[in-house]
T-cell receptor, first 115, second 114 residues
Framework: KAGVTQTPRYLIKTRGQQVTLSCSPISGHRSVSWYQQTPGQGLQFLFE???????NKGNFPGRFSGRQFSNSRSEMNVSTLELGDSALYLC??????????????FGPGTRLTVL | AQSVAQPEDQVNVAEGNPLTVKCTYS??????LFWYVQYPNRGLQFLLK??????LVKGSYGFEAEFNKSQTSFHLKKPSALVSDSALYFCAVRFSGSARQLTFGSGTQLTVLP
């Protein structure tokens, strides 16, 4: 099976712009979660989508949003970029459902640099 | 508050020696514990998880981890380290009764010296 894919792998934007990142989960996985990784804050949860609905949301401002399509692919959008948004954005897919025991499999990430 | 901690930012070990990367957790319900590894410019790669049952969990690439409920720990181990094991290791946890997102530790940089 192909793994989780994320596009693009690298992005450079300037403050005030917006950006859209894409994630394609493992075939058959219905849950997609997004995490932000920075040297200072570590790995922080952004949100989770399951069956095109946002199921959980982390403690991030409303500039961070996402969506999921009927084929389980997901996008996240960051509007009005700030320097502090520079990070590695990781997408993870899992089977989903209500269990807490399923494994999340991560993509390679998108490295966003805000200038 | 529920949390997971990796008390060591850096662990150095000689090739061929056993390695241990430490993880402790604080939880109000049953923990579900995971270990991931991250190589430079890569995403997180799943190594193993503890759900229930046998306290010794075996995972990928010869890694194993021991769940210790009394010490609230889930240390990652490998009997004989390889230079290629050098990477950043993350412990993560979910708690019964919690939402589904993983809560991660701060990470431990493992360096295996030849």
């Amino acid at each position: 099976k192909a793994g989780v894919t994320q596009t693009p792998r690298y992005l450079i934007k300037t403050r005030g712009q917006q950006v859209t990142l894409s994630c394609s989960p493992i075939s058959g996985h219905r849950s997609v979660s997004w995490y932000q990784q920075t040297p200072g804050q570590g790995l922080q949860f952004l949100f989770e989508y399951f069956s095109e609905t946002q199921r959980n949301k982390g403690n991030f401002p409303g500039r961070f949003s996402g969506r999921q399509f009927s084929n389980s692919r997901s996008e996240m959008n960051v509007s009005t970029l700030e320097l502090g948004d520079s990070a590695l954005y990781l997408c993870a897919s899992s089977l989903g459902g209500v269990t807490l025991t399923d494994t999340q499999y991560f993509g390679p990430g998108t490295r966003l640099t805000v200038l | 508050a529920q949390s997971v901690a990796q008390p060591e930012d850096q662990v150095n070990v000689a090739e061929g020696n056993p390695l241990t990367v430490k993880c402790t957790y604080s939880v109000s319900g049953n923990p579900y514990l995971f270990w991931y590894v991250q190589y430079p410019n890569r995403g997180l790669q799943f190594l193993l998880k503890y759900i229930t049952g046998d306290n010794l969990v075996k995972g990928s690439y010869g890694f194993e981890a021991e769940f210790n409920k009394s010490q609230t720990s889930f240390h990652l181990k490998k009997p004989s380290a390889l230079v290629s094991d050098s990477a950043l290791y993350f412990c993560a946890v979910r708690f019964s009764g919690s939402a589904r997102q993983l809560t991660f530790g701060s990470g431990t940089q493992l360096t295996v010296l030849p």
